[in-house]
């Protein structure tokens, strides 16, 4: 289609076209295991059958007298690995079981089945010790760690919480419990490694190659000129791949023994064991408010498990420190030690279990109020920071609270509870939203060639987010150049060094970095006179000391969820009917790959919500829900009409774009608007996720039973 | 250690003879023979032996649906089919629907943006072209109402295209825009 005015139009905002799109819909984009290299090798771990203990012996005679098989890998024969700071990477280093399903063993073989079959003759001998696997409110071992995770203090507390709380004439007390979550990207964890001499090469589904090449390098002792590491297409992250996992270890080790190209695909049965999940929680929300509704204590205290390997402590009291004002507030993070999986970042780890807790317990205060739960948030809106004191650079959750509930018809709701019929209750909830905006220096390159297109090249992943798009139209943006003249190269370590795609902080990091480097680009084409030199003119951008300048500003998203949803009071089931939400994320610069953005996150929420759960067994130490029939994953049937509304926020506190991340604040919140609907359905509240039937019909059960049984 | 090996790799060998068997398929209309280990699932016989890695591995377990592939014109797991005992199927992958260009039903999924990481993508769409067939032959589904005259073309609203997909999971969450792309192939 011609349009005379295209050149005018910003390229950003608009709705461009993923630029892997076609090769992702004719299956021509190649994932981590899909490099075909001469004399490729497959290799299948072995997974320790005890929780805690050594391994006395590994025999490996039958497995390495089997047809194929190359090698077998264990802690007594495996390469030695250099110093790093991952200590879940450092596999087959010791006889050490910190956690069963910790790999004990490496089978490479020529094909996959062989490898597979050999990994099962593989005799390993343990000499078990008594494992510690379960989380407890009241666990001896419960410490208050330094920090929680993203270098939150693990404690904050201002006036004199406890004392305001007793001293509130509305008071909600409750405690709130998220299990185990598995981040269950499509593609599993997989690397494919070769060595060329003492070069490597990797293909591997990361969402970063910049560190996964620097943990290499630390790991077999090359300079990291020596390594090159790509990740074109990955099959989705969520969090799971934000660090490099084992598999880059065991492919490069296997690679290096067999000297061949060696994949290792991880097993989905694996994956739960060792690639992280989001810890459970458990949290006690207390809030103490005036009559009006205003809070004046606000205490939200989390209990959360890590593993022997690591700490890693899921932030999840963080939220209540940004949401709204309290002039008393305590919010603390204890840990507990035990012989489980290593814990890692799980889509927005903290706001995602912390928002449901909190905004559950908010419902919980507008029912105790008597107040409409939109209404009591908009009371508690906040201009500025309530732990840290600095204003927001741009807080919108007001109005999406109001633009959330004109579009779903808030007021409505009570009508259509009304209308429940048969089985079948209908009720409505709501929930707010909220995720930082980070940011981390960047380094990016712009090229402008004799023929008038332009190469831009920095490390960015392209996870599914649409990362190559939406920077390519920043890039147009900054060149003053159609879309279609600028050309992207990312998911190569070999490229200007860059951050991971995580924390929602890709398009910022990364953005900034593009933005500046193609600005001098056009500074330099404009000094210039005459024809292109024949390598055409270039420049390059480091954004470390602008990107990561201290902000005197608190800056967050903000959303609204609402949901509503009908339960089944003869199956327990519940069903969510309608999703709709409205966030403030500053600028949104393609409303095509973010509206995808956020209706996965809420989808996501939704499987918190209903179907997501993850049990620790407490015989066997790992995992009950090991692949996709027992731990479920949102089907395209759990997902009915599902909206997500944006309104225009400016901010110039934030980069170049006027960005805020999106990738997260999706999932964050839905799963207590989904929970506050299913109170508002059947006047039951549920303070444990998921709400499975056998929960509902449960607590169905007991009210009709209890003597003096109240319907909302 | 020499004739060890030897022993080993002769014994090796005549044991892989009883575990191989020569099949032919017929992928994305060519004629493809090869000597296959009885073990080896149509998946990896796709991604390992001919390269046609659109089918993608995110279960292997028939759990997920990313593998999803046209064999004999059904919708199957191809992890779950052991290829040995297709000899002489039809067998369409993503790669083949195209027919020189881009299938409508790639194109919708292009225009709806119905997808993110793309991994489930190519069962997705699969599978989508699976469904249609089988409605179009009149196979009901869970929400199909009973009282719908079987063996007549079944219509495909949203909710029987939600039902019908349900194999085939996407943990982007782009199901809405996929059902988008589906219903806009088949208006």
Redesign the interface.
Known sequence: MADPLAAHHTATGAPA??R????????????A??H?LPGRAHAWPVQAAVARGRVRAVDTSDAL????VLAVLTHENAPRLGEQDDATLAVLQDDRVPHRGWFVALVVAE???QAR?AAAEVHVDYAAEDHDVLLTADHPAAYVPEEANGGNPATRERGTPDADFAAAPVRIDAVYRVPPLHN?????HTSTAHWDGDRLTVHTSSQGTTAVRRTLAALFGLDEERITVTAE????G?GSKGTPRPDVVLATMAARRAGRPVTV?L???QLATVVGHRAPTVQRLRLGADRDGRLTSLIHEVDTHTSRLKEFVEQAAVPSRVMYGSPHSRTLHRVTPLDVPSPSWMRAPGEAPGMYALESAMDELADALGTDPVELRIVNDTAHEPDSGKPFSSRHLAECLREGARRFDWAGRAVRARASTGNLLVGSGVASATYPVMVSPSTASAHALPDGSFAVRINATD????ARTVLAQVAADALGTPLDRVRIEVGNSDLPTAPLAGGSSGTASWGWAVHEACTRLTERLAAHSGPLPADGLDARADTTGTADADSPYARHSFGAHFAEVAVDTVTGEVRVRRLLSVFAAGRILNE??A???F??????GLGMALTESSTVDASFGDFAER???SYH?????D????EAHWIDEHDPHLNPMGSKGIGEIGIVGTAAAIGNAVHHATGVRFRELPLTPDRILTALRERRHAPHAAMT | MGSRHHTRDDAATAAADRHHSQVTLHVNGTPRTLTLDHRRALLDVLREDLDLTGAKKGCDHGQCGACTVLVDGRRVNSCLQLAVALDGSEVVTVEGLGDGGMHPLQQAFLDRDAFQCGYCTPGQICSALGAIDEARAGHPSHVTDPGTPSGRPMPLGREEIRERLSGNLCRCGAYPHIVDAVEDVIR
């Open positions: 076209e993923r892997e799109g076609r090769q992702k819909v004719t299956g021509t984009a190649r994932y295991a899909e075909p007298s089997m047809p194929g094909t996959l089945e079959d269950h990207p499509m593609e599993p297409h990955v099959g989705g969520f695909s097993p989905r049965r996870i599914g987010t649409g095509r790959t509206r995808s953005q209706i996965g996150g809420m989808t996501m692949d996709l029939a994953v949102p089907v395209h049937a997902v009915p009409a599902i």
